[in-house]
């Protein structure tokens, strides 16, 4: 866990997967314009967090997905689609036993939240 911050690739993690990359292919790399963190956020219970927030009109949240990643992104994706147009999950989803409630904000509770804010 870490407090909020901008984040930015290690220069040597960079280095390595570069060096990895060409090993595995025929790619040469010779500049780098983007790079990405891989950022990764969890929450408290260590399920996502989907829909809108009852106390931020319009900001709809999806976080907390780490260690879910590719596995999980198809559903999830159908699942803001969905809540966003209709307020309701896939019926699918649904069937499988998943209610908003269960990716809900209002759910989790705050690990690193500035004192008197809501995470």
Do not use: N
Not at 17 to 28: C, E, K
Not at 87 to 106: N, S, V
Not at 107 to 118: D, V, Y
């Amino acid at each position: 866990p870490s407090e909020p911050m901008d984040v930015y690739p290690d220069d040597f993690d960079v280095a390595v997967g570069v060096d990895r990359l060409q090993r595995a292919t025929t790619i040469d790399v010779r500049r780098i314009e983007h790079q990405w963190a891989g950022l990764r956020s969890f929450v408290s219970d260590a399920s996502p967090v989907v829909g809108f927030d009852a106390e931020a009109e319009g900001f709809f949240w999806l976080a907390g997905q780490g260690g879910y990643g590719i596995k999980t992104s198809p559903a999830l994706a159908r699942a803001c689609r969905d809540l966003i147009r209709t307020g309701r999950l896939p019926d699918d989803l649904l069937r499988q036993g998943i209610e908003p409630g269960d990716l809900a904000r209002g759910r989790i509770r705050a690990t690193f939240a500035p004192e008197g804010k809501a995470p």
